[in-house]
């Protein structure tokens, strides 16, 4: 690839970069998100001192000129929580918060660099049905945004699987190989794990049923709950039930399946919890959940619900037509320099982007304006155009773009 070339394609990768990140911004705004950052470089406690948090293997850590242990940013809701839960401390009101940053984590490839740019949201203060809604649907009005008609939402909740494994008090190896089981799906393993549980037959069946079922919300719920062991099962999969019909009110329904064995590695969210697939990708884009205890650790109990999308997921996916550039290069007669500069600065006035160069390589989708003594003209598109006054040529730039769109 010729120099010229890479440079565009670096030029193109950051466009859809910017115009993917606009769109999601955009759509967040209409649901009443405000853009909130947090510190690239922070405590290694605030990790380790909090329960569900990611591996502290994965945190790539540095010291600091002080001598404490520092991580660069490898998550997003802990020091949101942890900055609302301290800041906020008489905090009743919903609060809606929305960023674009990026986190650092040494499990990520090492040809991402191990980094990886996330884009969310956060929303603190309301521990009610429609909180879930809310962000489930701006979930999808994303994907929507950004053409995707092939995706799914697996829906569950984080209550039905320590609901069984309370029931079934485990060893915590054992416990990991029975969520393992529930993630891959493995009937015939999970068949045989319960077999060697002193268990009574017909909850060893409700045990092997429920965290397996996955399908149609309409179907799969009303299924959960006649199965359901305790009341706090019951009462979870009501929760999930109701905020599916908001859904399907809302007119997203039929972008959802229920998956009730679905495990996050954040172990942080406590109720309803979701990813979301596209086609061609084989891992989740998005991934979210309600994290009403997180904010306790913090000594403020705060209800929250949000999700964050995977950026260079969508952008390996999502193609964008190559920017139109349509930059103007302006090109003089060394007499005529005084003009030149003068046409720079106007048209930079007027918000062309405009470029002062006798050198510079002209693309296709760009206008090569050229004052010398014999006539003033722009070059576009194979053509050559004369104009008169300086007053002239935006109308002439106008007109050409319009002609050429």
């Known amino acids: 690839m010729e120099p010229y070339q890479k440079s565009l394609a670096v030029e193109n990768d950051y466009y859809a970069s910017h115009s993917l990140i606009q769109l999601?911004?955009?759509?967040?705004?209409?649901?009443?998100?405000?853009?909130?950052?947090?510190?690239?470089?922070?405590?290694?406690?605030?990790?380790?001192?909090?329960?569900?948090?990611?591996q502290l293997d994965d945190m790539i850590k540095l010291i600091s000129p002080e001598g404490k242990v520092l991580v660069l940013r490898p998550d997003v809701t802990i020091p949101i929580t942890q900055l609302i839960a301290t800041q906020y401390t008489k905090q009743k009101k919903e609060l809606r918060y929305s960023y674009v940053l990026d986190v650092y984590r040494s499990s990520f490839q090492s040809n991402?660099?191990?980094?990886?740019?996330?884009?969310?949201?956060?929303?603190?203060?309301?521990?009610?049905?429609?909180a879930d809604m809310e962000v489930i649907s701006l979930a999808?009005?994303?994907?929507?945004?950004?053409?995707?008609?092939?995706?799914?939402?697996?829906?569950?909740?984080?209550?039905?699987?320590?609901?069984?494994?309370?029931?079934?008090?485990?060893?915590?190896?054992?416990e990991g190989q029975f969520k393992q089981l529930i993630i891959s799906k493995n009937v015939t393993g999970l068949e045989e794990f319960l077999?060697?549980?002193?268990?009574?037959?017909?909850?060893?069946?409700?045990?092997?049923?429920?965290?397996?079922?996955?399908?149609?919300?309409?179907?799969?719920?009303d299924q959960?709950?006649?199965?359901?062991?305790?009341?706090?099962?019951?009462?979870?999969?009501?929760?999930?039930?109701?905020?599916?019909?908001?859904l399907t009110l809302y007119g997203v329904g039929d972008y959802f399946v229920i998956d009730l064995g679905l495990i996050s590695h954040m172990g942080y969210y406590s109720d309803i919890i979701f990813q979301g697939f596209i086609e061609n990708v084989g891992k989740p884009i998005l991934f979210g959940g309600r994290y009403d205890n997180l904010a306790k650790q913090f000594a403020r109990p705060i209800p929250a619900i949000g999700f964050a999308y995977d950026v260079e997921a969508l952008l390996s996916v999502k193609q964008y037509p190559p920017k139109l550039l349509e930059q103007i290069y302006i090109q003089y007669e060394q007499d005529y320099l005084a003009e030149a500069l003068k046409l720079t600065r106007k048209l930079r006035n007027l918000n062309y982007r405009t470029i002062l160069s006798s050198s510079s390589e002209i693309d296709s989708n760009s206008f090569l304006v050229s004052i010398t003594a014999s006539d003033n003209t722009v070059f576009y598109q194979g053509m050559n155009y004369p104009f008169i006054d300086q007053d002239e040529l935006p109308i002439?730039?106008?007109?050409?773009?319009?002609?050429?769109?």
């Open 24 to 54: 999601l911004k955009k759509r967040f705004d209409t649901y009443g998100f405000n853009q909130i950052k947090t510190p690239i470089f922070e405590t290694y406690d605030l990790y380790s001192s909090v329960q569900g948090t990611i």
């Open 112 to 130: 991402d660099g191990y980094v990886k740019t996330q884009a969310g949201v956060e929303l603190l203060g309301n521990p009610n049905v429609e």
């Open 140 to 174: 999808i009005d994303c994907l929507l945004d950004l053409k995707f008609t092939n995706f799914k939402i697996e829906i569950g909740h984080a209550g039905v699987v320590k609901e069984i494994l309370d029931i079934l008090s485990l060893p915590k190896d054992e």
């Open 195 to 221: 077999l060697k549980l002193d268990i009574e037959p017909a909850i060893k069946q409700s045990l092997l049923t429920i965290p397996l079922l996955y399908g149609k919300p309409e179907e799969i719920l």
């Open 224 to 246: 959960a709950i006649s199965l359901s062991l305790t009341k706090k099962m019951t009462n979870a999969l009501i929760r999930l039930k109701e905020v599916y019909n908001m």
């Open 396 to 405: 002439l730039l106008q007109s050409l773009k319009e002609g050429h769109s």
